[in-house]
């Protein structure tokens, strides 16, 4: 069975700040990978999403993400990050076969001044 | 487009009593998904439906729990009847074939 695992449940940054949060799946082929976010009360909003090509890819509101096969990762970072990017980031996963969403625990970001 | 649109926003009902909660998807989308949000368990799939058909209902936790997809416009989750333990937020989805789902803004439900 394919699965999602966020290793951070918490992260703080400064404001400014970079941020990388970690994502790894479990699964024997290539998935189509996809960052969400979810601000307090809100419902989720795609940031970016993999299907296949270059395996760095750009997303809404400065944010990027990189799938390393190798690795099974798909982490996804911004180089600088704003008050406003606080919430939570939320990994998931699509196999191929399917179109079946399978999310990561999520990871809650909070921004220090 | 409005999105995906849900209702009611928020309910809060009495243990027992029947609750219908309510998804219009993104016109064209033919993937419609049923989410719950707990802070135990996350996000869990429920079901979906894929051309108003029922494909996959394993998440259904219990058969108080019911999914209807009359037409590609409206779909409905019912609970009858409803436990303190169903509180949790309920996302619906749409999409396309590998488009990348779009939320609706949930229905938060507490039981009581």
């Known amino acids: 069975a394919q699965s999602v695992t966020q290793p951070d449940i918490h992260i703080t940054v400064s404001e400014g700040a970079s941020l990388e949060l970690r994502c790894n799946y479990s699964?024997?082929?290539?998935?189509?990978l996809f960052w969400y976010v979810q601000s307090p009360g809100q419902g989720l909003q795609l940031l970016l999403k993999y299907f296949s090509g270059d395996t760095l890819v750009q997303g809404i509101k400065g944010f990027e993400a990189e799938f390393k096969r190798s690795q099974s990762s798909f982490n996804l970072r911004k180089p600088s990050v704003h008050w406003s990017d606080a919430a939570e980031y939320f990994c998931?996963?699509?196999?191929?076969?399917?179109?079946?969403?399978?999310f990561g625990g999520g990871t809650r970001v909070l921004v220090k001044p | 487009d409005a999105g995906v649109i849900q209702s009611p926003r928020h309910e809060v009902t009495e243990m027992g009593q029947e609750v219908t909660l309510r998804c219009k998807p993104i016109?064209?989308?033919?993937?419609l998904f049923w989410y719950r949000q707990t802070m135990m368990r996350g996000l869990e799939l429920l079901i979906y439906f894929n051309n108003n058909v029922p494909i996959d209902d394993s998440g259904m936790p219990e058969d108080r729990f019911s999914a209807k997809m009359p037409n590609a416009s409206f779909s409905t989750l019912k609970i009858q009847p409803s436990e303190p333990r169903d509180s949790a937020v309920y996302f619906c989805?749409?999409?396309?074939?590998?488009?990348?789902?779009?939320f609706g803004s949930g229905t938060r439900l507490t039981v009581v």
């Open positions: 989805a749409s999409s396309s074939r590998f488009g990348g789902y779009t």
């Open positions: 998931a996963v699509i196999k191929a076969a399917g179109n079946k969403l399978t």
């Open positions: 699964y024997g082929a290539t998935p189509y």
């Open positions: 016109s064209g989308h033919d993937y």
